[in-house]
């Protein structure tokens, strides 16, 4: 249980233009899922929050004007690089956390499941 | 500013042996911990998670938490060269509920 899936797995575009990256729970529901970003040979590097029918939650430095991010059902949430440059080229990775995992007794866990990535390259 | 800190490494042991990894944070109110493991190229993979003082053990790999003294570390057993991988370990931050990663730790097992 507890999979999460991300489409596309890797992405060449061309500079200004947009691409959009989608990130599943298959077998849960995500009441919050996340977006990271991780340039070679660096660490996770959190770009936003983002909650099932309510508006993201960006880190600084992060510019909510250029990531677009929706997370339209409990299952399925979305992130738009918008006019997208060759610095945007990146690992860029989601996260869903479940309340309750599927077949795990007790509360809230906390525990956050990763989707393959998405690699950009922006040419 | 509230920091997880991992040796980076490469650490490298031979087959076999127990890897000892390590971890360190600086927010005293974090209750939640857990241990990721990332192939290069790959997304990281969930593999223990550990909320209480003492041990916690799932197979080869045994998590160790200590709140007093902040510190929480991962023991893998038996270890094998597809153990060699980044691990990351995470801890969730009291009040915001989100993870902070450490840089993580390159683990080389020798064969």
């Known amino acids: 249980g507890a999979v999460v899936s991300q489409h596309p797995s890797w992405v060449i575009c061309k500079s200004g233009t947009s691409v959009k990256i989608e990130c599943r729970s298959l077998d849960f529901q995500a009441t919050t899922m996340f977006w990271y970003r991780q340039f070679p040979k660096q660490s996770l590097m959190l770009m936003a929050t983002s909650n099932e029918g309510s508006k993201a939650t960006y880190e600084q430095g992060v510019e909510k004007d250029k990531f677009l991010i929706n997370h339209a059902s409990l299952t399925l949430s979305t992130l738009t690089v918008t006019s997208a440059h060759p610095e945007d080229s990146s690992f860029y990775i989601c996260?869903?956390?479940?309340?309750?995992?599927?077949?795990?007794?007790?509360?809230?866990?906390?525990?956050?499941?990763f989707g393959p990535g998405t690699r950009l390259t922006v040419t | 500013q509230k920091e997880v800190e991992q040796n980076s490494g490469p650490l490298s042991v031979p087959e076999g042996a127990i890897a000892s990894l390590n971890c360190t944070y600086s927010?005293?109110?974090?209750?939640?911990f857990f241990w990721y493991r990332q192939y290069s190229g790959k997304s990281p993979e969930l593999i223990m998670s550990?909320?209480?003082?003492g041990d916690k053990e799932d197979g080869r790999f045994t998590a160790q938490l200590n709140k007093a003294s902040q510190y929480v570390s991962l023991l893998i057993r038996d270890s094998q060269p597809s153990d060699s991988a980044t691990y990351l370990c995470a801890v969730l931050t009291s009040g915001t509920y989100k993870y902070i990663f450490g840089t993580g730790t390159r683990l080389k097992v020798l064969a």
């Open positions: 927010d005293r109110g974090s209750q939640s």
């Open positions: 550990i909320y209480s003082n």
């Open positions: 996260s869903a956390r479940a309340q309750k995992v599927p077949g795990l007794a007790g509360g809230n866990t906390y525990e956050q499941y």
